[in-house]
């Protein structure tokens, strides 16, 4: 008999929570363990995963967002554990308030709830101020406490104890293939020019506004010599194309949208900038590194995500000079690392470890 397992998330669109968590699914053993999904309903608009997620036979239940009818969520949440007798529920998320989530699955009859943290800090006020209020019924509310790395799981359970799960990825996938590189700068029509690369949803917390000035001065003073290249799609993506409209860039920063090919588009970069106001330890970060680009992060980044040599660590509040001076200085040694997947694999990233553990978890519970 198949172990039920349910994974409460905010949502199946492309971002690196949701990018860790489809690693995982892909790695676990289905035959054994049936895992669905709860997610925050998006009227009208299809997400990103839920195609893929559909054709393996798992069921993707949608519910309104608890801020905005928190009762009604509850209420479902406790339903579709009872109605399909879910044992496990795993609920990934940035904040405590996921306790109300795992309260509606216990009640609803699940007998082991997780929760998995995925980041370091709140986007807004109310949900700080909501996350320290419920943090202390999280702790005594879940069985298993996880976190991407030691910041994010002091920050969702404070002194708690928690055990950190890194963010796995199909380490194979990123390795160092010039044949690729080479057929994705062509069809990214790039010849000579140094790529520069970000992979992230178009959010504040991501400052893009930051990278656009960046590279704008960085343009000025070599015209020509770089390309931007930004994946991802976003409630901000039309604010920072106008911004690189006005600025005279468009011919230069390249919007990619989302895209599943991340691991191809990381072979045509030659350095992956970074400059988030806050982070866990992010996917992305994680891919570039596999892919032996070197990487230029923000010091609000916890350094835990420097597995390899080719992260180096810049703070924001130098100003933006500071960071075209460096990536000037980097561009002039822009081989990629060749041993770099190794080394991500040596430092326990590889999904096919972690999906294991998890498997060993889940079954726990017959």
């Not at 998006?42 to 195609?51: A, C, D, S, V």
């Not at 709140?122 to 406490?145: C, D, M, W």
């Given at each position: 008999m198949k172990t039920k397992v349910l994974m409460i998330m905010n949502s199946l669109n492309c971002g690196g929570e949701e990018n860790f968590v489809m690693n995982l699914y892909r790695k676990l053993d289905l035959s054994k363990i049936q895992v669905d999904f709860l997610v925050t309903d998006?009227?009208?608009?299809?997400?990103?995963?839920?195609?893929e997620i559909e054709k393996n036979g798992s069921k993707i239940y949608k519910v309104p967002g608890k801020i905005r009818r928190p009762l009604k969520t509850f209420h479902l949440i406790y339903q579709i554990v009872k109605e399909n007798q879910y044992k496990v529920v795993h609920r990934h998320s940035d904040n405590s308030l996921m306790v109300l989530d795992l309260w509606a699955a216990r009640l609803g009859g699940a007998v082991m709830c997780i929760a998995h943290s995925h980041n370091s800090n709140?986007?807004?006020?109310?949900?700080?101020?909501?996350?320290?209020?419920?943090?202390?019924?999280?702790?005594?509310?879940?069985?298993?406490?996880y976190a991407c790395g030691i910041e994010a799981g002091k920050w969702l359970y404070g002194k708690s104890r928690f055990r950190v799960i890194k963010n796995g990825i199909d380490v194979g996938k990123f390795a160092l293939n010039p044949q690729i590189r080479c057929q994705m700068r062509q069809?990214?029509?790039?010849?000579?020019?140094?790529?520069?690369?970000?992979?992230?949803?178009?959010?504040?917390?991501?400052?893009?506004?930051?990278?656009?000035?960046?590279?704008?001065?960085?343009?000025?003073?070599?015209?020509?010599?770089?390309?931007?290249?930004?994946?991802?799609?976003?409630?901000?993506?039309?604010?920072?194309?106008?911004?690189?409209?006005?600025?005279?860039?468009?011919k230069q920063v390249i919007f990619l949208g989302r895209r599943n090919n991340t691991q191809e588009l990381l072979q045509a970069m030659d350095l992956f900038v970074f400059p988030s106001l806050y982070e866990g330890v992010p996917l992305a970060l994680i891919e570039a590194q596999a892919s032996g680009t070197r990487c230029l992060v923000s010091d609000t980044i916890s350094e835990?995500?420097?597995?390899?040599?080719?992260?180096?660590?810049?703070?924001?509040?130098?100003?933006?000079e500071k960071w075209v001076d460096r990536i000037d200085q980097m561009s002039l040694q822009l081989d990629k690392m060749k041993e770099a997947s190794g080394l991500v694999r040596e430092n326990g990233y590889d999904i096919e470890n972690i999906a294991y553990y998890f498997e060993t978890i889940y079954r726990r519970v017959k």
């Open positions: 998006t009227p009208g608009q299809k997400q990103f995963f839920e195609n709140a986007s807004s006020k109310t949900i700080k101020f909501l996350h320290y209020v419920f943090r202390p019924l999280l702790n005594v509310s879940a069985e298993y406490k069809q990214l029509g790039i010849r000579d020019a140094i790529v520069i690369g970000h992979i992230g949803r178009f959010d504040t917390v991501k400052n893009h506004e930051f990278l656009i000035s960046v590279f704008e001065l960085l343009n000025k003073r070599n015209p020509s010599k770089y390309k931007l290249v930004l994946v991802g799609m976003g409630d901000l993506e039309k604010r920072i194309k106008r911004m690189a409209y006005e600025k005279n860039l468009e835990e995500v420097a597995i390899t040599p080719l992260v180096e660590f810049l703070p924001l509040d130098g100003g933006i």
